[in-house]
């Protein structure tokens, strides 16, 4: 075994820790009552930076919340690797769901229980981790690494866009690496090299100037909360497919190639049902489970409210009405040209006699990469060495917008090494990243130094 591997295996305990110490900070991007809370885990990760030895650490203050950028320069003519991750996360609520407190860090059955566990802190830490660890065993590192740690990934980056393109300089690499995915299945570890797009509405619906008595005017208005469900109704058809005019216009095809790939992975529809709780599937005809997570177009409603949701019984007629919608997007779909065709149709559709707004929240573009790259090459072995076995090709129906965003503007190949599980409870109750998944990560993110290092 590499002294370096020796080393990240004798830390686990270390690591373990320190995990927990960014754990305990509630960093919720989007609750602004967390503002404060959010900064003091900007102040963590740059602390962690400065002791595992960058020699530049500088924390970017934005509109809302600070970039945390680090670098360790000391391998002149070895290649520049670019570590993007996050140190926001998400929302608690349902909180008396969790069975331990989201930010009092628990280890329960070999996997440790916390918000932000698998998304993204216990994820992006592990390559802080491995720079330490060749710093420390050799004094150098075979590659030069630069990170970039942001506060505002879970509120949709609205800061990170400009910051790229102000910073192009600073940031300039010969590869992206990201850990913040999941790996196929536990024991099956995977290469990520797609990712879906998003775009993110809300629709407002009006109808009258306040709430109605239902009984006294019920029968001569138009109420906005029917209205709304018969607009939404109309968004998808029966058999899955989406029926926005032009929605699919410039969907990219799935290849005959990459439908036997994926034909070829260890996934069990009967498994995955089980493992959701889902009574049944249900999706675009015409595709596999895979296909229509990888590969397909989407639509969901995500949030839906209006009139009286309390106990008992209101008679009312409510006002307005509201929804949160989402459209999970592939090559080649455009947010801001799908945005515009969802708002079009949706105005198209609604009764003369409710007021419509639709309101673009954020988006971003879908992300495939050529999968013959050196640097995924390099992944691959790094994780092979790392898990024992070599890692699957896979797509991702997550998102993951400034992956698409890096490689157009830093024009280099992205790695994304994801450590998680499906069954992480990202953005849900009792998040949770299994601890040798943890463990091995570090060692896959000190071999990937090793062999970009190697390849040059
Ligand atoms: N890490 C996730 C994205 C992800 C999760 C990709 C699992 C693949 C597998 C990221 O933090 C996230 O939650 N992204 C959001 C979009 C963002 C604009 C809020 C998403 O996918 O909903
Ligand atoms: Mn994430
Ligand atoms: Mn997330």
Known sequence: ?????????DQRPRHLDQLKELLAIPSISTDPDRANDVKRA????????KAAGCTKVKTHPTKRHPIVYGEWPGAPGAPTILVYGHYDVQPVDPVELWNSPPFEPTVKDGRIYARGASDDKGQFIVHVNALEAHLKIHGTCPVNVKFLIEGEEEIGSPNLDSFLAKNKKML???AVV?????MFAKGVPSICY???????LQVDVMGTKRDLHSGTFGGAVVNPANALIEMIAKLKDARGKVKIPGFYDDVKRLTPRERKAFAGLPHRDMKFKRAIGAPALFGESGYTTLERLWTRPTLDVNGIWSGFTGEGAKTVIPAVAHAK?????????RPKAITARAARYLRAIAPPSVKV?????HGGEAWLAPTDHPALQAAGRAVKRAFGKTPVLVREGGSIPIVATFSKVLGVPCVLMGIGLNDDNLHAPNEKIDLDNFYRGNEAAAFLMEELGASH
């Open 172 to 174: 300039a690499c010969d």
């Open 178 to 182: 990201v850990s913040d995915t999941a």
């Open 1 to 9: 075994m590499s002294s370096v591997a020796r080393f990240v295996k």
């Open 194 to 200: 797609g990712l879906r797009g998003l775009a993110y």
């Open 42 to 49: 900007a102040d963590w990760v740059s602390n962690r930076l």
């Open 325 to 333: 919608i989402s459209m999970r997007l592939v090559p080649n779909q």
């Open 357 to 361: 707004t639709v309101r673009n929240l």
